[in-house]
Antibody, heavy 118, light 111 residues
Framework: QPQLQEWGPGLVKPSDTLSLTCTVS??????????WGWIRQPPGKGLEWIGS???????HYTPSLKSRVIISVDPSNNQFSVTLSSVTAADTGLYYC???????????WGQGTLVTVS | QTVVTQEPSLTVSPGGTVTLTCASS?????????PNWFQQKPGQAPRALIY???NKHSWTPARFSGSLLGGKAALTLSRVQPEDEADYYC???????????FGAGTKVTVL
């Protein structure tokens, strides 16, 4: 079964860019029919869809974040990444990487990584 | 802005049955919204339970079932056990903008 692991800085300054990477094992991004996505969760609050990417590079973003987010894929290293620019305290939270079918919700999730904007 | 609405909290007795619902501000939820349900316990990542309205993952306990009910997606927990106490989130696909939207979650208390 696939395993996903997020990694990146846990502390980002306001107005800077947040960058996280997800390493996938147990599945091949390049050979997969799945999308690879990011979801976040502010402390004590609910889940928010950020966006996702296909191995071809096709991306879909949630409209409220579209102007600040880029999701990219690196099939050769079986990784995908998210960058979020101009961060504020409202971007603080747990960031999860996930796998999902084109018309299916996430089945496998990473354990999440906490990013604090301060 | 698309809003997905869930009950904030529900309480159920052990061995009982509880139904959670999930509505969209865009109209009646149909199978074309590909409803998903997730369970999240404190300190843990969410776990997928149901996809495409009523399909279970290999790890989903049989007592969990998904359906459409009165224009909403629904998750029914039968024969509830203490370990079912958790937050439950629904996720709907809004095809017009290729957008996945989560509900705010339902906190289920087993008491």
């Amino acid at each position: 079964q696939p395993q996903l692991q997020e990694w990146g800085p846990g502390l980002v300054k306001p107005s800077d860019t947040l960058s996280l990477t997800c390493t996938v094992s147990g599945d091949s991004i390049s050979g997969s029919s799945y999308y690879w996505g990011w979801i976040r969760q502010p402390p004590g609050k609910g889940l928010e869809w950020i966006g996702s990417v296909f191995h071809s590079g096709t991306t879909h973003y949630t409209p409220s974040l579209k102007s600040r987010v880029i999701i990219s894929v690196d099939p050769s290293n079986n990784q995908f990444s998210v960058t979020l620019s101009s961060v504020t305290a409202a971007d603080t939270g747990l960031y999860y990487c996930v796998r999902h079918e084109p018309l299916g919700g996430p089945d496998y999730w990473g354990q999440g990584t906490l990013v604090t904007v301060s | 802005q698309t809003v997905v609405t869930q009950e904030p909290s529900l309480t159920v007795s052990p061995g009982g049955t509880v139904t959670l619902t999930c509505a969209s501000s865009t109209g009646a939820v149909t199978s074309g919204y590909y409803p998903n349900w997730f369970q999240q316990k404190p300190g843990q990542a969410p776990r997928a339970l149901i996809y495409s309205t009523s399909n279970k993952h290999s790890w989903t306990p049989a007592r969990f079932s998904g359906s459409l009910l009165g224009g909403k997606a629904a998750l029914t927990l039968s024969r509830v056990q203490p370990e079912d106490e958790a937050d439950y989130y629904c996720l709907l696909y809004h095809g017009g903008v290729q957008l996945w939207v989560f509900g705010a979650g339902t906190k289920v208390t087993v008491l």
